[in-house]
């Protein structure tokens, strides 16, 4: 397009002329795809890697204000030129004075709408200056993006006064807030989520398994997609975790870190990322060098174009700090404590402690006395080694813990290590959660004491965890602890019945001896439902949930931990869903319980039953 041709009359044709830009380059993907169309195959989902290929040839371009145009025409068309894709809005900010233009920060934080934010005079007294026009700028207000790019849900309406002036004869923007305000399809358009990554804060905990100083944890946060999407990664991550996790992660690039200026960063052609940082961060050497060069690769390695193969990192006057490659900082490898997820688990027909193997349908019970039928179970879990098992009674009284290895005739199960004094099942143990670590988490429902419990290895005395922001009138109903050990799902009940989903940082501290435990900050991350009946970890900052929303049936979807939706496929339909198991190891079909028996979703495929006689499917964790 030349220069010229993004410059049309606003007059109620600007906003058709832009989507018209955007229609024109989608077209051409269509019509360069449609060239050689085949007439047969499978129908497939298309994933978002998919969608994003094509995306990356559309492009939309703003446009300038024009002669004449009214207050609100001008407000409309800034807002508009904000949904380009200019790296700074050099075209947005024409719509400004020039003092306005040169203290707007958008990057300061973006505010998501449901819909494309309405622009409308505002009430004579919001006009400040003599002579000057408001406009108000409004909206139905879904999410907040901060400063280190951290979605966070948030409803409510939103409202904001747009001060203007003539300046030589024409309307400009003369006060206004920082930040962008975008509708949601448009958010969704520009921004892609990704993970950066940080180190696990386990305290005397960390001392429990093999280098458990170097447990990277993903955060995920909202960059532009078409933007530098590299550089704007690393910078990103230099700018340390985001506020709600950062109490239990560390990063080991030093405090002030930042890329040298100047830097564009992209993979050279044998897939090295080369990076010259600032002085700050050229203090830091050996061991902790290599640390930070493991964040770098994984945090980069789903924004590149190519795989990453190795990282250098460089300092002021390109002086060399250290170099690793793939396979150097493999020991790092996000979701290391995921286990290998061998086999399925579930509770069978007869009540035993079941398994599938992945690739196989034929289920049979585990070794050892959780398969022995001595006690009827009705719930499951397996450490991430699956080496053990936690069971609970099938009236929810009882929990068991027991090899899976040995013979199921011979070995007796022995004592519950916890039981519930409740008097209805309702009311007694949920299913219990491995983490990484090797601890098991249950929580007991019990009307007169609820509480939520970790047993250090399986074995030890149940530890009570304080949940301080649970409320008096709220109780646990269930869990699933991330295998990095500073992360929990609970799914919460409150004294009107509706269950809300929360996310949880679990705090360490103490000593080896006595490690105390707690879980804070809870935040929802499925606001948009009304009712959530069950959740599961679905990859390093995935989940997925079952649920509905008000006035609707219940959907499994896929959710972010922050509380959007995921980019994912929308996931097949299935009815009276009661739980769902996935994998933190994303290539693990998913696991649904339904009325029907078991059923798994395998990759591009409907649901297919996997067993007709059995119940609550478990993946190990």
């Given amino acids: 397009m030349r220069a010229g041709e993004g410059r049309t009359r606003r007059g109620g044709t600007a906003a058709r002329r832009r989507r018209a830009l955007v229609v024109l380059a989608s077209c051409g993907a269509l019509l360069a795809g449609c060239a050689s169309m085949p007439d047969g195959g499978k129908v497939k989902h298309v994933s978002s890697s998919h969608r994003s290929g094509a995306d990356s040839q559309v492009r939309v371009y703003s446009v300038s204000p024009q002669k004449g145009e009214a207050p609100t025409q001008i407000v409309r068309g800034f807002l508009e030129a904000t949904t380009s894709d200019e790296a700074t809005f050099p075209t947005a900010r024409e719509y400004m004075t020039r003092d306005m233009a040169r203290r707007w920060d958008p990057f300061a934080s973006t505010t998501v709408l449901s819909d494309a934010p309405d622009a409308v005079k505002a009430p004579p007294e919001s006009t400040a200056v003599e002579g000057g026009y408001s406009v108000e700028v409004s909206g139905d207000r879904m999410a907040e993006v901060d400063s280190k790019h951290a979605y966070s849900p948030s409803e409510g309406k939103y409202s904001e006064v747009f001060r203007l002036t003539k300046v030589k004869g024409e309307w400009r923007i003369d006060e206004m807030p920082d930040g962008l305000v975008l509708g949601e399809s448009d958010f969704q358009r520009i921004y892609r989520p990704i993970n950066t990554y940080y180190y696990a804060q386990l305290g005397p905990d960390a001392d429990s398994i093999t280098d458990g100083q170097n447990v990277l944890v993903a955060d995920p946060v909202y960059l532009r997609r078409r933007i530098d999407p590299v550089t704007e990664t690393v910078s990103a991550?230099?700018?340390?975790?985001?506020?709600?996790?950062?109490?239990?992660?560390?990063?080991?690039?030093?405090?002030?870190?930042?890329?040298?200026?100047?830097?564009?960063?992209?993979?050279?052609?044998?897939?090295?990322?080369?990076?010259?940082?600032?002085?700050?961060?050229?203090?830091?050497?050996?061991?902790?060098?290599?640390?930070?060069?493991?964040?770098?690769?994984?945090?980069?390695?789903?924004?590149?174009?190519?795989?990453?193969?190795?990282?250098?990192?460089?300092?002021?006057?390109?002086?060399?700090?250290?170099?690793?490659?793939?396979?150097?900082?493999?020991?790092?490898?996000?979701?290391?404590?995921?286990?290998?997820?061998?086999?399925?688990?579930?509770?069978?027909?007869?009540?035993?402690?079941?398994?599938?193997?992945?690739?196989?349908?034929?289920?049979?019970?585990?070794?050892?006395?959780?398969?022995?039928?001595?006690?009827e179970m009705g719930a499951v879990a397996v450490n991430r080694i699956e080496s053990e098992g936690a069971a609970v009674s099938r009236g929810r009284r009882a929990l068991y813990v027991a090899s899976l290895e040995g013979s199921s005739a011979t070995t007796a199960l022995g004592d519950p290590v916890l039981t519930s004094a409740a008097e209805k099942e309702k009311d007694r143990l949920t299913a219990p959660s491995w983490d990484g670590l090797g601890d098991l988490w249950v929580a007991d429902r019990d009307p007169d004491a609820p509480r939520l419990l970790r047993l250090r290895s399986g074995k030890e005395q149940p530890d009570e965890v304080r949940v301080p922001d649970l409320g008096e009138d709220e109780r646990i109903e269930s869990l699933r602890v991330a295998s990095d050990g500073v992360r929990i799902l609970l799914r919460v009940r409150d004294s009107e019945g509706r269950a809300s989903l929360q996310l949880g940082r679990v705090v360490r501290g103490g000593t080896v001896k006595e490690s105390r435990v707690t879980v804070e900050q809870l935040r929802p991350v499925a606001p948009q439902l009304v009712d959530v009946s069950a959740a599961s970890w679905a990859g390093g900052s995935r989940l997925v949930v079952v649920g509905r929303e008000s006035g609707s049936v219940q959907q499994l979807q896929y959710m972010e931990t922050d509380g959007s939706v995921s980019d994912q496929p929308t996931l097949p339909g299935i009815t009276d869903v009661t739980g769902v198991a996935a994998s933190e190891d994303e290539s693990k079909p998913l696991l649904a319980d339904s009325e029907d028996g078991i059923v798994r979703l395998p990759p591009d495929a409907n649901w297919r039953m996997l067993t007709e006689h059995g119940s609550a499917p478990a993946y190990p964790g």
């Fill in 237 to 375: 991550l230099l700018q340390g975790p985001s506020g709600w996790i950062d109490p239990v992660v560390s990063s080991s690039f030093p405090r002030g870190s930042r890329l040298a200026r100047g830097q564009h960063l992209s993979l050279d052609d044998s897939g090295v990322l080369r990076l010259r940082l600032n002085a700050r961060a050229a203090e830091a050497g050996g061991m902790r060098c290599a640390r930070m060069a493991a964040q770098v690769l994984y945090s980069v390695q789903d924004q590149a174009s190519a795989k990453v193969g190795k990282v250098e990192l460089a300092g002021p006057e390109d002086r060399q700090l250290c170099s690793r490659t793939r396979e150097q900082v493999a020991a790092f490898q996000p979701g290391r404590l995921n286990g290998s997820a061998k086999r399925a688990y579930f509770i069978d027909g007869k009540h035993r402690v079941a398994s599938f193997k992945r690739k196989s349908a034929s289920a049979r019970p585990v070794e050892g006395p959780l398969g022995s039928g001595q006690v």
